[in-house]
């Protein structure tokens, strides 16, 4: 298995700028997550989502939209892009509901700066 | 979710066993103690969890206390590819929402020689 896989790896925007950043699983997990990290700072959630068509705002969405139209791919979207969005941004994934559910798996991340 | 409490960092010796403690004195009884670490600029990578046993695998020990309002992550032997930051996080188990729960800032590891 290639386990969660994120493109690109690195992408400079301009202001203003839109993009997708792409995440796939091939665990046939049901839940997906897209997270920021800030330079020093923890993991924050964006958007989450429990399967396919089904997602839900998390700590930090503004800025950003999300769709799952499958089981295997959960693209996040930034319109208008803004320096305050310049991170990296992480994709997880973990099979679902139940007792040891919440493992996540991690992509490597996409480094994304905005100027 | 409950909120937790980490060092900000902490220094081990080669060798030896790193202890790392979380506090995480509000969490609720169907909550789980969950423990991650990011190494570098990598993704977080799971080690371990536990709602009240003591557990063990392959990478680490958790010891739980008996109130659950604290844990500590045992290393038991530390290397230098232990050096990492690592992250403590209560979640409901079962929750479709538990994901929301965000990683703090953790405690920055060093394993020196």
């Known amino acids: 298995n290639a386990g969660v896989t994120q493109t690109p790896k690195f992408r400079i925007l301009k202001i203003g700028q839109s993009m997708t950043l792409q995440c796939a699983q091939d665990?046939?997990?049901?839940?997906m997550y897209w997270y920021r990290q800030d330079p020093g700072m923890g993991l924050k959630l964006i958007y989450y989502?429990?399967?396919?068509?089904?997602?839900d705002k998390g700590e930090v969405p503004n800025g950003y939209n999300v769709s799952r139209s499958t089981t295997e791919d959960f693209p996040l979207r930034l319109e208008l892009a803004a320096p305050s969005q310049t991170s990296v941004y992480f994709c997880?994934?973990?099979?679902?509901?139940?007792?040891?559910?919440?493992?996540?798996?991690f992509g490597p991340g996409t480094r994304l700066t905005v100027t | 979710d409950a909120k937790t409490t980490q060092p900000p960092s902490m220094d081990c010796a080669e060798g030896r066993a790193a202890n790392l403690p979380c506090n995480h004195s509000?969490?609720?009884?169907?909550?789980?103690v969950y423990w991650y670490r990011q190494i570098h600029s990598q993704g977080p990578q799971y080690i371990i969890h536990?709602?009240?046993n003591n557990e063990t695998n392959e990478m680490a020990s958790l010891i739980i206390t008996e109130d659950r309002k604290s844990s500590t992550l045992i290393l038991p032997h530390a290397t230098l590819r232990d050096t990492a930051v690592y992250y403590c996080?209560?979640?409901?188990?079962?929750?479709?929402?538990?994901?929301?729960?965000?990683f703090g800032d953790g405690t920055t590891l060093t394993v020196k020689p």
């Open positions: 536990g709602l009240k």
């Open positions: 509000t969490i609720s009884g169907n909550e789980y």
């Open positions: 989502s429990v399967g396919a068509g089904i997602t």
């Open positions: 665990m046939n997990h049901n839940y």
């Open positions: 997880a994934s973990s099979y679902g509901a139940g007792l040891n559910s919440y493992e996540q798996y």
């Open positions: 996080i209560v979640r409901v188990a079962g929750d479709p929402s538990a994901g929301k729960s965000t």
